[in-house]
């Protein structure tokens, strides 16, 4: 279950870069680049911050296993 939480986690943030990133490439030949670019950071920020919360979440399902024992 935790594994599955943290390879989930890790697949939702590779995915994420690259549905931004391929048709970023396209867009930005058609609109402004310096908007592209910031909802670009901004999405990546999202998904760090995601995985980066996914593994804390990790790490506490870890420490309550320890403590349970």
Do not use: C, D
């Amino acid at each position: 279950m935790v594994k599955f939480l943290f390879v989930a986690s890790l697949l939702f943030w590779v995915i994420a870069v690259v549905i931004l990133f391929l048709p970023g490439q396209i867009v930005f030949a058609e609109t402004e680049s310096r908007v592209m670019s910031n909802v670009l950071i901004m999405f990546i920020m999202a998904s760090a911050i995601f995985f980066a919360l996914t593994l804390i979440f990790f790490y506490i399902i870890q420490w309550l296993g320890k403590v349970k024992e």
